[in-house]
Structure formats: structure tokens, C-alpha cells
């Protein structure tokens, strides 16, 4: 029996679900993020961090938050960017059906099916499950829309899918 929930949001839902997504990856690639955040501007300054200059030691500490800082802002403006572009499509509500081995999206303009196996990985925080099918796609099944069955069905598609991407 295939299991059903829905996506449909405002646009503070969708900004939501981006920003839960953002704070996903910064934890699943947190070594990654630290070289970036901590590492770059290490060694842009490192010369005057060394010499004890006290304005690179404050840039050295203060540029890591507003570097995160900027990360939210460019999810902001991109998501409102792509609100506005599927706003004005009729494009903001997602139907999703789970069944054993793949599952289905269906909006007004397309329906399309993915194997659980073309997944990249899935991720999860308390509100929200990150399909992950590429790089730069993700798709958002809020938890709130979901019953129990579904949840426990989808953390073991998950348990399965992110072991199996460790494995290779």
C-alpha cells in the first residue's frame, strides 16, 4: 500500500525548508565548512595573525559569521527568486506517493518518478526529509503532512540510501 503526503507551502514555508536544508549540509559536510569558514581567511591574513596585528586576529574570528551570514542571505534571495518563478507557474504544490522501490512527484505541470536507488542521499532534521536527487536538487516532504507510518518508512529508506553512499 503506497504511502501519500503533500508539499504545499507559502513562501516563509519554502524559506523554512531552505534554511533547515542549509543547516543539514553544514552538518553533514561540517569539516568541509570549517576549512572554508576558518581556513580561507586563515590564510589571507596568517602573515599579520603571526605579527600579533590585532584587526587581522578580529577578521580572522568575526569573517567566519559573516560568511554563514551571507550563506542565509543568498538561500533567502534564492528562494524567493524561485517562489517567484513557481509562484507565477501554478508550480507550488508537490504530491508525493512512496511505494517499495521508487516513489512519484506530481505538480499541475509534471509528474515524474525516481528510484530510490538514483538518490544521492537523504537527510532529515525535526520538521523536514532532504531528497537529495543531485548537487543542486533537492526535494522537501515536510513532516508535519506526514503520518507515523511514513516517517518510519522514509527514515529507513534513509538509513539505507546514506549507508550505502559510505560504502562506495
Given amino acids: 500500500m503506497p504511502f501519500e503526503t503533500d508539499f504545499s507551502g507559502s513562501f516563509k514555508d519554502l524559506k523554512k525548508a531552505n534554511r533547515a536544508r542549509v543547516l543539514v549540509m553544514l552538518k553533514s559536510n ?8 576558518i581556513g580561507i581567511p586563515a590564510m589571507i591574513s596568517g ?21 554563514v551570514i551571507m550563506l ?48 544521492n542521499s537523504i537527510g532529515e532534521d525535526k520538521d523536514y526529509f532532504f531528497f537529495k536527487l543531485s548537487p543542486s ?20 529508506k534513509a538509513v ?3 549507508s550505502r553512499g559510505k560504502t562506495k
Fill in 47 to 67: 602573515h599579520e595573525i603571526i605579527a600579533g596585528d590585532k584587526g587581522a586576529v578580529f577578521t580572522l574570528v568575526t569573517s567566519p559569521i559573516l560568511m
Fill in 72 to 119: 542565509f542571505i543568498a538561500v533567502d534571495i534564492s528562494t524567493k527568486m524561485l517562489f517567484e518563478k513557481n509562484n507565477t507557474k501554478g508550480n507550488l504544490r508537490i504530491h508525493y506517493t512512496f511505494y517499495d522501490d521508487e516513489f512519484q512527484t506530481e505538480t499541475p505541470l509534471i509528474k515524474n518518478t525516481v528510484r530510490y536507488d538514483a538518490l
Fill in 137 to 156: 536538487k533537492v526535494l522537501v516532504i515536510q513532516k508535519n503532512n506526514c503520518s507515523p507510518e511514513l516517517i518510519s518508512f522514509l527514515q529507513g
Fill in 30 to 37: 561540517w569539516i568541509f565548512f570549517l576549512l572554508i569558514f
Fill in 160 to 162: 539505507n540510501i546514506n
